[in-house]
């Protein structure tokens, strides 16, 4: 069975990979042995099968990002995420800025904002992909620096490693996203020793909305008191005493109260199909497909880097004053690609072939 073929297909060629991942086969099935048959035959004790298949999460986390189980804890969203680190970290004296690149997801932001930290952004007139834009800036005021792996809107590729090295030499905690790189970019967070790592399964991981995650470093969480927290945060959940509360001694404690099940369910089985594939794999596809556009279409036309170590799997074009013409033909041919301000977002997965592209293309030169 070809790659494409453990997938469900829209009617024409889909490019929007980097909004909503294709629905593997697969995933039904999992859904079904995972939440529903075990809900429908033994309700009685259903909890048990629930709460294993959120431990296949993390476990299928663990073995996709090559680090342990224990370190990720299943959120709803990138955002849930952020905003239980942010009520979570020790609060140091003088350090009150969280410092993100203001072409990050607005949601980031938005977080931030409502947090205890003032905001500081890496002016969107700079390149956030030079680590030296970033060095001025983290200063002794910084408390977090918030990092974008992959910029949705540019495709581009922050320089993480460097980032969370240089802010590790001043004392301040990383957190990256990677809920635009997770699926198409082969990630090692040993590698990066960030403090924190956000991100979710709907994209490139093609798990479906609600199947965010959160990893923690085990140094760092164990410095963390979550203040959204719930019975399944305890070190025993089933204790029931209102008057002893310990926190879980993994990420488990910035989990909350009763969970969601069935994403982590439905992901779980996304996330072992495409590492089964292989995120080398996919990145490589995505690379030659992607490249195929870059050198099909005029320079100028090519907003996102053309360097393929300075991008992630979606590559932006703006066609000018063309846009509306070609995005009302691209509709009518059933070609799926989304449009920002900077142009057309385009993002060929695994299962893309370079006939899907050659159909793209032919829509530029009418």
């Given amino acids: 069975m070809s790659h494409a073929e453990r997938f469900h297909a829209p009617p024409g060629p889909y490019f929007l990979n980097h909004s909503v991942g294709l629905q593997p086969k697969v995933a039904q099935l999992q859904a079904d042995e995972a939440h529903f048959a075990a809900w429908a035959a033994d309700p009685?004790?259903?909890?048990?099968?629930?709460?294993?298949?959120?431990?296949?999460?993390?476990?299928?986390?663990?073995?996709?990002?090559?680090?342990?189980?224990?370190?990720?804890?299943?959120?709803?969203?990138?955002t849930s995420g952020l905003t239980k680190v942010l009520g979570a970290l020790p609060r140091r004296s003088g350090?009150?800025?969280?410092?993100?690149?203001?072409?990050?997801?607005?949601?980031?932001g938005f977080a931030v904002d409502r947090s205890v930290y003032d905001i500081e952004f890496v002016p969107a007139d700079t390149d956030p992909t030079d680590v030296d834009t970033w060095r001025p800036l983290l200063t002794g005021d910084v408390a977090i620096v918030l990092i974008t792996h992959?910029?949705?809107?540019?495709?581009?590729?922050?320089?993480?490693?460097?980032?969370?090295?240089?802010?590790?030499?001043?004392?301040?905690?990383s957190v990256v996203d990677i809920a635009q790189s997770a699926?198409?970019?082969?990630?090692?967070?040993?590698?990066?020793?960030?403090?924190?790592?956000?991100?979710?399964?709907?994209?490139?991981?093609?798990?479906?909305?609600?199947?965010?995650?959160?990893?923690?470093?085990?140094?760092?969480?164990?410095?963390?008191?979550?203040?959204d927290t719930g019975w399944f945060s305890h070190v025993d959940p089933f204790e029931f005493d209102i008057h002893h509360f310990v926190d879980a001694p993994d990420a488990l404690r910035f989990w909350g109260g009763t969970p969601?099940?069935?994403?982590?369910?439905v992901a779980t089985r996304s996330i072992e199909?495409?590492?089964?594939?292989?995120?080398?794999?996919?990145?490589?596809?995505?690379?030659?497909?992607?490249?195929?556009?870059?050198?099909?279409?005029?320079?100028?036309?090519?907003?996102?880097?053309?360097?393929?170590?300075?991008?992630?799997?979606?590559?932006?074009?703006?066609?000018?004053?063309?846009?509306?013409?070609?995005?009302?033909?691209?509709a009518s041919a059933r070609i799926a690609v989304d449009r920002r301000n900077a142009g057309l977002r385009i993002s060929p997965h695994v299962y893309t072939s370079a006939a899907d592209v050659e159909a793209l293309l032919e829509q530029f030169v009418r």
Avoid: Y
Wanted: glycine residues 8%; hydrophobic residues 50%.
């Fill in 260 to 265: 969601s099940v069935l994403p982590a369910a």
């Fill in 44 to 78: 009685e004790h259903v909890w048990d099968e629930w709460l294993a298949a959120v431990e296949g999460f993390r476990r299928a986390l663990a073995a996709l990002f090559h680090h342990d189980a224990a370190s990720f804890c299943p959120q709803q969203n990138v």
């Fill in 183 to 227: 699926g198409v970019i082969p990630i090692d967070l040993a590698v990066w020793n960030a403090s924190f790592v956000v991100g979710s399964c709907v994209k490139w991981l093609c798990g479906g909305p609600g199947a965010g995650f959160l990893w923690g470093r085990p140094d760092v969480i164990e410095k963390c008191k979550p203040v």
């Fill in 150 to 173: 992959a910029h949705s809107n540019t495709g581009e590729l922050m320089p993480v490693r460097s980032i969370v090295e240089l802010a590790a030499e001043r004392e301040i905690f």
């Fill in 273 to 330: 199909l495409l590492d089964e594939i292989g995120i080398d794999v996919i990145r490589q596809r995505n690379l030659d497909l992607v490249g195929q556009i870059i050198e099909a279409l005029p320079s100028e036309m090519v907003v996102s880097p053309v360097e393929p170590e300075r991008r992630n799997g979606t590559v932006v074009v703006d066609p000018g004053i063309a846009t509306d013409a070609l995005v009302a033909r691209l």
């Fill in 95 to 108: 350090r009150t800025k969280v410092l993100l690149a203001e072409r990050a997801f607005p949601s980031l």
